[in-house]
């Protein structure tokens, strides 16, 4: 199995910024994709930025030019830098990972248990 823990959330000023990091283990062969999803309350979770294994990312055109998604391979982890957030950034924050525990297994989604990140106007 592959845990993933998140840090980095809380309460911030709108303009103001949050690093969020995000730290896989357990059993891993490897690691593909990583990346941040977001939920609102009463609202689907929904992907804010992806990072594959070589580096390629993806953002949400929301946050596009204001958060920037980054990972350290070699210590399994994940970053997300959010800049000027706005109120509507409030959500908490689900960090995710295709992973393989091994040679012979399928990849499959981990998530971690999220951490809230609330940007007040």
């Known amino acids: 199995q592959v845990q993933l823990v998140e840090s980095g959330g809380g309460l911030v000023q709108a303009g103001g910024s949050l690093r969020l990091s995000c730290a896989a283990s357990?059993?891993?062969?490897?690691?593909?994709?990583m990346g941040w999803y977001r939920q609102a309350p009463g609202k689907q979770r929904d992907l804010v930025a992806g990072?594959?294994?070589?580096?390629?990312?993806n953002y949400a055109d929301s946050v596009k030019g204001r958060f920037t998604i980054s990972r350290d391979n070699a210590k399994n982890t994940v970053y997300l830098q959010m800049n000027s957030l706005k109120p509507e950034d409030t959500a908490a924050y689900y960090c995710?990972?295709?992973?393989?525990?091994?040679?012979?297994?399928?990849?499959?989604?981990?998530w971690g248990q999220g951490t809230q990140v609330t940007v007040s106007s």
């Open positions: 990072i594959t294994g070589i580096g390629s990312t």
């Open positions: 357990g059993t891993i062969f490897t690691i593909n994709a």
């Open positions: 995710n990972a295709v992973a393989r525990t091994s040679a012979w297994s399928r990849p499959r989604d981990y």
